[in-house]
């Protein structure tokens, strides 16, 4: 349909009708002669003014005037309005036959709002609502749950109405003039008969008989009905088309009415006054629950209700985390324990195997030297001083080596101890942070480690002196022995040293190789005693490491551990951030309305200065009235002391002169008795008017103060009803905007 209403498709439309229309009186009214009305304008255009007095044309003209007036009105209605009235019945179509399924006036409004997508959809593509009821549903609170219906805030003729046809078919908005052309053409047509009449009045003054007067009496006469033909044709035709114009305007309205009616019935109206009530009640009912939130007993109620519900969050957040620390502590000391005691362990069986069979080596070394001491002293018997200064020097020397794989076994055990301090000292560093209990396992098992070894090296050195003790003990009863039989060997020596001299050679190379041997033996077991210490440092250091990798991987294990209880307190973290967030905003929207109550205090501020300063400015004049009137009344007590002082001298003078002149000026002193007398009254009259104007004004003021106590107090009052008013309109909008968006 819309292609009809393309605009020369409703130009030539409404061309044919008007030319039809014409065509048509031409043919049904005789009064109507287009030949004549044809012929006598192209001789009026050709000169010939005489065919215009023609009676048949005047009568054509005027009835095709109303042909033409009746022609441009059918066009009007078949072009224009009906188009009009057909596009807005089929809308309102829609709308009936969404609301169709409902019974009663609710249900209509249900229907509508289950079908409000459809029906939009469908609205917005006509070609003369469309626009306007797109933007009609943009004020409308559509719910978000179904089943509710929908709220318009504006009613639909505000949008919806005739103007849109005459906004979309601009041919309506020169409809209303047209009666107005026809009653200009018909002035226009009567002027023109006018000039014609003037011109055979003319003819009819100049004619010089009765019978050339009369004939110009005929014209001016048919001129005369030319005129008034035309007139009466336009005026007609103005009248005619200005009701029916009218009727189509009504139609026009009516329809968008009852579309506009329609689109009601499906709609809930809530009017402006209504919402401002509405508005009024929420903010009285806010700033009840403010008033309720600034004092105490709303944070202890919120502090009552909040606390069970945070510890339930907080306990069943931090039961898990608590539990997972709880096991992998415990996981942690049971590993960290096992893990030194065995390393305690395989350290103590490798010292244990280690200084044992290096001990063990050691004693047999020193009892295959005993058995070959014995064997040199059985030898040595009888050998002299040489023999027994010989074997002091090698018994020092053995002792010399005793004292330095002594001293060097200390060494051993110092630096031994000194290793397992700085390995328990850095295992006590590492374990510090595992907690209290394991810090305290750690270092209570390192503790006994060291102090078990302590307890090895002190009792293997404790043997090796005892041993070392028994070695010199024997070589010193050996010494002592030798000595005795070199003494005893001495005397017999003397005697038999020419004999020995061949025997002492014999028997000093055997001594030096006795002691190359020695000398040998010697080397060979500070060898052997080199390697024991060795071999025990690397079984010492391989244990060592041995229990540093195992503290590392349990420490590797601790940490993993501590990573996931760090993730799940990252996640705690997380929740109670998540939770910090929605207070802080809460406490944004509180400082937002704090912020708006503070701008909307300032103007009120401002109007209770203003009052203030009114106030002010009339104590102040009122002020300066009252030091005005004391001033006045200083002045008028002035002048009453003035008087009667000078009604004192008067008297004084008069009784002087009454006293000289007494006889001569009694009446004078009457009148001056009388004028003091009249003196002293109208003194105390002003006196007593003075003090009747002073209690007047204290009573006037005394009525002012009352009455600009109660201008302060409506000041007050209406600083809070401008405020009211200012939260009021924020509210609105704030609460139209929720609406909109619920």
């Keep these: 349909m819309k292609w009809l209403l393309w605009w020369p498709i409703r130009l030539t439309l409404f061309l044919v009708i008007v030319g039809l229309s014409v065509f048509l009186f031409d043919v049904v009214f005789t009064w109507l002669d287009l030949g004549v009305v044809t012929m006598t304008v192209g001789e009026a255009i050709d000169g010939n003014y005489e065919a215009l007095t023609n009676e048949d044309f005047a009568y054509s003209l005027a009835t095709l005037i109303f042909a033409f007036g009746a022609g441009i009105a059918a066009a009007f209605l078949f072009a224009n309005v009906a188009f009009v009235l057909l596009a807005v019945r089929r809308s309102r179509r829609v709308l009936e036959k969404a ?28 070609f003369f609502v469309g626009h306007a009821f797109k933007e009609f549903c943009e004020t409308l609170v559509v719910p978000d749950e179904r089943g509710k219906p929908i709220v318009n805030t504006v009613r639909p003729q505000s949008f919806i109405n005739a103007s849109l046809a005459r906004e979309r078919l601009p041919g309506l908005k020169i409809m209303p003039s047209i009666p107005g052309y026809f009653v200009g053409i018909g002035l226009l047509l009567t002027f023109i008969g006018l000039v014609l009449a003037l011109s055979k009045a003319g003819e009819a ?79 009285k009912e806010q700033l009840r629950e403010l008033k309720d939130i600034t004092q105490g007993e709303f944070f202890s109620r919120m502090g009552r209700e909040m606390e069970p519900i945070v510890a339930r969050a907080v306990s069943g957040a931090m039961t898990p985390v608590g539990d997972r620390i709880y096991e992998a502590v415990g996981n942690i000391s049971q590993q ?28 047999e070394t020193l009892a295959q030297m005993e058995k070959t001491l014995s064997g040199l002293q059985n030898e040595l018997r009888g050998s002299g001083e040489d023999v027994s200064r010989r074997l002091s020097e090698a018994a020092e020397g053995l002792k010399a080596l005793v004292d330095t794989a002594g001293s060097n076994m200390e060494e051993s055990s110092a630096k031994s101890r000194d290793a397992f301090a700085e390995i328990a000292q850095a295992l006590k560093e590492s374990l510090s942070g595992a907690g209290e209990g394991l810090n305290a396992k750690i270092s209570s098992a390192a503790d006994a480690s060291a102090r078990q070894i302590d307890e090895t090296m002190a009792n293997v050195l404790g043997r090796l002196d005892a041993q070392i003790s028994q070695l010199g003990a024997g070589l010193n009863a050996i010494q002592e022995t030798m000595a005795s039989e070199a003494a005893r060997t001495e005397e017999e020596g003397r005697k038999r040293r020419s004999d020995a001299d061949a025997l002492a050679d014999a028997e000093r190379e055997r001594a030096m190789t006795r002691t190359k041997e020695w000398e040998a033996a010697q080397r060979s077991a500070q060898e052997g005693l080199a390697e024991s210490v060795s071999e025990v440092a690397g079984r010492l250091t391989a244990a060592v490491e041995e229990a540093t990798r195992r503290v590392e991987a349990r420490f590797g294990e601790l940490g993993t551990r501590f990573s996931e209880v760090e993730r799940a307190l990252a996640g705690q973290t997380l929740a109670l951030q998540g939770t910090a967030g929605e207070a802080r905003k809460t406490a944004d929207a509180f400082s937002d309305t704090a912020q708006q109550i503070r701008v909307a205090t300032p103007p009120l501020i401002q109007v209770s200065e ?35 002082e000078a009604n004192q001298r008067s008297g004084e003078f008069w009784d002087g002169f009454r006293a000289k002149f007494d006889s001569v000026d009694t009446a004078l002193g009457v009148a001056v008795t009388t004028l003091s007398t009249a003196t002293t009254n109208q003194t105390d009259s002003l006196r007593d008017q003075v003090r009747t104007v002073d209690h007047e004004l204290a009573k006037a003021i005394g009525n002012l103060q009352p009455l600009l106590n109660d201008l302060s107090n409506a000041a007050g009052d209406l600083a809070d009803s401008v405020g009211h008013q200012q939260r009021r309109a924020s509210g609105s909008n704030g609460q139209s905007f929720e609406r909109a968006g619920t």
């Design 336 to 363: 960290g324990t096992a893990g030194m005691e065995a390393m305690i362990t395989s350290f103590s069986e490798n010292v244990q195997m280690g200084a044992g069979a290096e001990l063990k080596a050691l004693a």
């Design 205 to 283: 003054t100049q004619a010089g008989d009765a019978d050339s007067m009369t004939i110009a009496l005929n014209g001016l006469l048919a001129v005369a009905s030319f005129k008034f033909a035309t007139s009466i044709a336009g005026l007609g035709t103005s009248i005619f088309l200005a009701i029916f114009f009218r009727i189509y305007q009504v139609l026009l309205e009516s329809s968008f009415g009852k579309f506009c009616e329609t689109l009601e019935n499906g709609l809930v109206y809530q009017a402006p006054q209504s919402i401002s009530a509405e508005m009024s009640q929420t903010l």
């Design 610 to 644: 203003r009052f203030s300063k009114a106030s002010d400015g009339i104590n102040e004049s009122l002020q300066l009235t009252l030091r005005s009137i004391e001033a006045a009344k200083g002045g008028i007590e002035t002048l009453a002391l003035s008087l009667t």
């Design 99 to 126: 609301m169709k399924a409902g019974n009663s006036p609710g249900d209509k409004l249900l229907a509508y709002s289950d079908k409000h997508d459809d029906i939009r959809g469908r609205l917005t593509g006509s």
